[in-house]
């Protein structure tokens, strides 16, 4: 592989969290010359700041405001050294130079992905590069991808939480964070104890797998720089509308006083509720005399 190192713990992709290394170090497309020159050409709304240190508690997707990036990397770099600021670059790969790092990951991310016999092709893959103070806190989140999560400069520790244990995010929760219906998770310090801790630095990757919960702390002694790729594979999508789908049929089962099995735990029924989502998102559109009957109908599904 290109781009990332061979490590046997790639076989556990989206099953845990696991640290490997990366190949990246003295990219060209992740030179200081070259993203000073990215960054003022990206379409606004590709670069997201959050300023001021953040808590872990935090409603992260909250916290992250658009804005074009008018001034020099070089001036970023140096007041995020003392600004406690959070930069957030939503695929910089919509810009030309970084057409070869991406193609080079989304080759290896594939690699992996035929090796364990789950699909040819990563769904939407897209990069993000993330440039924070030191000691900056990204909170208590989920990504709705699964993601390889590269360092290339400065530390950080990331605490990944085991993704379907309910102990640290609720079936509930999992369910509204999917459908961006509530995004504040609940986090305290006996939630925070189910969390494996990787110290991360420069060169090395950690896997984080789709729907876990994560938390990172960047470290005291420089800036850091950051980049993952997103991605989703067939397993993911059905996990993904399976989540929606229950989502709904939560709110009209507890009218009934039922509740939908969880997700995840058997993938026969994942894949069944990833149709009935299909079915349900089809009648709405129809818009169909009898739709809420038939969706009605359709929720019982999510009990099975
Ligand atoms: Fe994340």
Same mark, same amino acid.
């Given at each position: 592989?290109?781009? !990332?190192?061979?490590?046997?713990?790639?076989?556990?992709?989206?099953?845990?969290?696991?640290?490997?290394?990366?190949?990246?170090?003295?990219?060209?497309?992740?030179?200081?010359?070259?993203?000073?020159?990215?960054?003022?050409?990206?379409?606004?709304?590709?670069?997201?700041?959050?300023?001021?240190?953040?808590?872990?508690?935090?409603?992260?997707?909250?916290? %992250?405001?658009?804005?074009?990036? /008018?001034?020099? %990397?070089?001036?970023?770099?140096?007041?995020?050294?003392?600004?406690?600021?959070?930069?957030?670059?939503?695929?910089?790969?919509?810009?030309?130079?970084?057409?070869?790092? &991406?193609?080079?990951?989304?080759?290896?991310?594939?690699?992996?992905?035929?090796?364990?016999?789950?699909?040819?092709?990563?769904?939407?893959?897209?990069? !993000?590069?993330?440039?924070?103070?030191?000691?900056?806190?990204?909170?208590?989140?989920?990504?709705? #991808?699964?993601?390889?999560?590269?360092? !290339?400069?400065?530390?950080?520790?990331?605490?990944? !939480?085991?993704?379907?244990?309910?102990?640290?995010?609720?079936?509930?929760?999992?369910?509204?964070?999917?459908? #961006?219906?509530?995004?504040?998770?609940?986090?305290?310090?006996?939630?925070?104890?189910?969390?494996?801790?990787?110290?991360?630095?420069?060169?090395?990757?950690?896997?984080?797998?789709?729907?876990?919960?994560?938390?990172?702390?960047?470290?005291?002694?420089?800036?850091?720089?950051?980049?993952?790729?997103?991605?989703?594979?067939?397993?993911?999508?059905?996990?993904?509308?399976?989540?929606?789908?229950?989502?709904?049929?939560?709110?009209?089962? &507890? /009218?009934?006083?039922?509740?939908?099995?969880?997700?995840?735990?058997?993938?026969?029924?994942? &894949?069944? /509720?990833?149709?009935?989502?299909?079915?349900?998102?089809?009648?709405?559109?129809?818009?169909? /005399?009898?739709?809420?009957?038939?969706?009605?109908?359709?929720?019982?599904?999510?009990?099975?």
């Amino acid at each position: 592989m290109e781009s !990332f190192e061979e490590n046997e713990s790639l076989d556990q992709l989206d099953s845990a969290a696991f640290k490997f290394n990366h190949k990246l170090l003295g990219h060209p497309s992740l030179s200081m010359e070259n993203l000073a020159r990215v960054l003022p050409e990206l379409p606004a709304g590709r670069v997201e700041f959050s300023k001021g240190l953040l808590n872990v508690n935090d409603d992260f997707e909250k916290t %992250l405001e658009n804005q074009t990036c /008018k001034i020099k %990397l070089e001036e970023i770099i140096e007041n995020i050294r003392t600004s406690n600021s959070y930069i957030m670059v939503n695929h910089p790969d919509v810009h030309p130079s970084f057409a070869p790092i &991406k193609r080079q990951l989304v080759e290896d991310v594939e690699s992996i992905m035929r090796r364990l016999g789950i699909g040819k092709e990563a769904i939407d893959p897209r990069l !993000f590069l993330f440039i924070a103070s030191p000691n900056s806190v990204t909170p208590f989140h989920i990504d709705r #991808y699964s993601n390889f999560l590269m360092q !290339f400069r400065g530390s950080k520790h990331v605490s990944v !939480f085991p993704q379907w244990d309910e102990r640290a995010v609720t079936a509930k929760h999992h369910e509204a964070y999917m459908a #961006y219906a509530n995004t504040k998770l609940p986090f305290n310090d006996e939630i925070d104890a189910l969390g494996t801790r990787f110290e991360f630095k420069p060169g090395e990757a950690i896997h984080i797998p789709f729907l876990a919960g994560h938390h990172v702390r960047n470290g005291s002694e420089d800036v850091s720089i950051s980049m993952a790729i997103f991605f989703n594979t067939e397993q993911n999508n059905a996990w993904r509308k399976a989540l929606r789908f229950n989502g709904i049929a939560r709110n009209v089962l &507890k /009218k009934v006083g039922l509740s939908p099995a969880p997700v995840g735990q058997q993938a026969w029924r994942d &894949k069944v /509720k990833a149709i009935g989502w299909d079915a349900y998102t089809k009648i709405r559109e129809l818009q169909t /005399k009898n739709q809420n009957l038939f969706s009605t109908g359709l929720c019982m599904l999510a009990t099975i």
